[in-house]
């Protein structure tokens, strides 16, 4: 259940014993606080908060000694939103890009909220909150499930401060200490796969303390265009031999997830054999664990690069008329495809734009999604010399650079037109001979 959100962004990565600190600065989100009905728009108010998690691994290159420590307030303030949650175990699979994301000129965005595992009640303690964190550009992603730690009593100082929005105790220095029990990850937001091919699409888990017996439930989701539907569903354990335990219900023929990478080192990723264009879309990897839940979005998108061909394979400059030169550009996807003629002369060292660029086709869509476009160039070929290059170059997103095919104008046959003139004599005398 969401109740309140934190926005953030990177603030800066400091030091602390065994690890590292890194702190966000957010924004407290409410929803619906204080709103009338006619209030329109979207119903949130929002409030400066600080969330810092601390202890992230370091790696052996990273020198601590560079690093300032994260000082706390010195004058608690219960108004003041600041969490510190302590991620040293479960650790953040390549927790160190989200502290060199500020070196790299990359933003962490993060969302917070509280969160209530499955079967307990509001006001049951501890608290949980779930914290979202993307890196910017469609690389690491992570969800982090906190719980509050018991904040001591010192009873010099009376009982202990309460946040005033969230109505949680906080430690001496006004902070609300909690600690990371259960997280999902990917380290790809975003994947490609080529049409027909096998693409993989990450996801995994991480728990502070997991029984063997415990039973570990995924489902992989596919949303697309305003449409949802289940690609897999598997359920998985140890037995109280130690065997492996599984149930699995597949909607995607093609799909598959390894039960036995699942429960022993929580890789939840899911295999796509023989991608469609139908594949393409939003989809959610949700992991359930004894009370906890939490889940990642992956971004899935479809390419197949385009086939291109000439309809000629030569062109002589000999010709009068008009003739038509099309360049076909087949099978591909997306729909994204330009086309544009050049042509370079024996004597010039780059190619030139052709000013006219003939007539494109409309898009022609195929059984299997992909896409066809044809470009239609009507030349004199007198107007361009013998050993002139004319190319059609096509630019796609599943190209990593254009694609050229080309052919060269060649020299007419020697005495073509003399034994035309000949011809025409013979035929004419022929004729004459015939008529008298």
């Given at each position: 259940m969401l109740e309140v959100l934190l926005l953030g962004y990177l603030m800066t990565c400091v030091s602390a014993e065994g690890?590292?600190?890194?702190?966000?600065?957010?924004?407290?989100?409410?929803?619906?606080v204080g709103m009338g009905e006619m209030g329109g728009?979207?119903?949130?108010?929002?409030?400066?908060?600080?969330?810092?998690?601390?202890?992230?691994?370091?790696?052996?290159?990273?020198?601590?000694?560079?690093?300032t420590p994260f000082i706390p307030p010195t004058v608690p303030d219960p108004d003041a939103i600041l969490l510190e949650a302590k991620v040293s175990s479960p650790q953040i699979p390549d927790g160190?890009?989200?502290?060199?994301?500020?070196?790299?000129?990359?933003?962490?965005?993060?969302?917070?909220?509280?969160?209530?595992?499955?079967?307990?009640q509001k006001s049951t303690e501890p608290a949980h909150f779930i914290v979202s964190l993307q890196l910017e550009g469609g690389g690491l992603?992570?969800?982090?499930?906190?719980?509050?730690?018991v904040v001591e009593n010192d009873q010099s100082v009376g009982s202990p401060l309460i946040q005033s929005r969230l109505g949680l105790p906080l430690s001496q220095s006004g902070s609300l200490l909690t600690e990371v029990v259960f997280l999902v990850f990917t380290n790809a937001k975003s994947a490609s796969g080529?049409?027909?091919?096998?693409?993989?699409?990450?996801?995994?888990?991480?728990?502070?303390?997991?029984?063997?017996?415990?039973?570990?439930?995924?489902?992989?989701?596919?949303q697309h265009r305003g449409n949802g539907r289940r690609v897999l569903d598997m359920k998985a354990g140890l037995t109280d031999s130690e065997e492996l335990s599984e149930e699995v219900h597949v909607e995607r023929q093609g799909s598959s997830v390894d039960a036995a990478l699942l429960v022993g080192e929580g890789n939840a990723s899911v295999t796509l054999s023989k991608v469609k264009v139908s594949d393409e879309g939003t989809y959610i990897c949700t992991v359930s664990v004894g009370l906890f839940q939490a889940q990642q979005v992956i971004q899935l998108h479809v390419t197949q690069p385009p086939r291109v061909?000439?309809?000629?394979?030569?062109?002589?400059?000999?010709?009068?008329?008009?003739?038509?030169?099309?360049?076909?550009?087949?099978?591909?996807?997306?729909?994204?495809a330009q086309m544009e003629w050049l042509s370079l002369s024996p004597t010039d060292t780059e190619p030139t734009v052709l000013p006219e660029q003939?007539?494109?086709?409309?898009?022609?869509?195929?059984?299997?999604?992909?896409?066809?476009?044809?470009?239609?160039?009507?030349?004199?070929?007198?107007?361009?010399?013998?050993?002139?290059?004319?190319?059609?170059?096509?630019s796609h997103p599943a190209l990593s650079a254009p694609h050229s095919v080309s052919l060269t104008v060649a020299e007419p046959e020697p005495n073509s037109y003399l034994?035309?003139?000949?011809?025409?004599?013979?035929?004419?005398?022929?004729?004459?001979?015939?008529?008298?």
């Amino acid at each position: 259940m969401l109740e309140v959100l934190l926005l953030g962004y990177l603030m800066t990565c400091v030091s602390a014993e065994g690890g590292a600190d890194l702190v966000l600065s957010c924004s407290l989100v409410e929803e619906g606080v204080g709103m009338g009905e006619m209030g329109g728009g979207a119903l949130f108010t929002r409030t400066p908060a600080t969330l810092v998690l601390r202890d992230i691994p370091v790696p052996p290159e990273q020198l601590l000694e560079t690093l300032t420590p994260f000082i706390p307030p010195t004058v608690p303030d219960p108004d003041a939103i600041l969490l510190e949650a302590k991620v040293s175990s479960p650790q953040i699979p390549d927790g160190d890009a989200l502290l060199h994301a500020d070196c790299n000129e990359q933003e962490v965005m993060c969302e917070i909220s509280r969160y209530f595992p499955r079967g307990t009640q509001k006001s049951t303690e501890p608290a949980h909150f779930i914290v979202s964190l993307q890196l910017e550009g469609g690389g690491l992603g992570t969800t982090l499930v906190l719980q509050t730690l018991v904040v001591e009593n010192d009873q010099s100082v009376g009982s202990p401060l309460i946040q005033s929005r969230l109505g949680l105790p906080l430690s001496q220095s006004g902070s609300l200490l909690t600690e990371v029990v259960f997280l999902v990850f990917t380290n790809a937001k975003s994947a490609s796969g080529h049409l027909r091919g096998d693409v993989l699409l990450n996801c995994g888990f991480r728990q502070q303390e997991m029984s063997l017996a415990q039973e570990v439930a995924l489902e992989w989701r596919l949303q697309h265009r305003g449409n949802g539907r289940r690609v897999l569903d598997m359920k998985a354990g140890l037995t109280d031999s130690e065997e492996l335990s599984e149930e699995v219900h597949v909607e995607r023929q093609g799909s598959s997830v390894d039960a036995a990478l699942l429960v022993g080192e929580g890789n939840a990723s899911v295999t796509l054999s023989k991608v469609k264009v139908s594949d393409e879309g939003t989809y959610i990897c949700t992991v359930s664990v004894g009370l906890f839940q939490a889940q990642q979005v992956i971004q899935l998108h479809v390419t197949q690069p385009p086939r291109v061909s000439l309809s000629e394979e030569n062109l002589v400059s000999q010709t009068r008329m008009p003739q038509k030169l099309s360049c076909h550009c087949k099978n591909y996807y997306p729909l994204e495809a330009q086309m544009e003629w050049l042509s370079l002369s024996p004597t010039d060292t780059e190619p030139t734009v052709l000013p006219e660029q003939g007539s494109l086709s409309s898009h022609r869509q195929h059984s299997d999604g992909t896409f066809s476009l044809s470009s239609h160039l009507y030349l004199m070929s007198l107007s361009f010399s013998p050993g002139t290059t004319i190319t059609c170059r096509v630019s796609h997103p599943a190209l990593s650079a254009p694609h050229s095919v080309s052919l060269t104008v060649a020299e007419p046959e020697p005495n073509s037109y003399l034994m035309f003139l000949v011809f025409l004599v013979i035929t004419v005398i022929f004729f004459y001979q015939v008529m008298k």
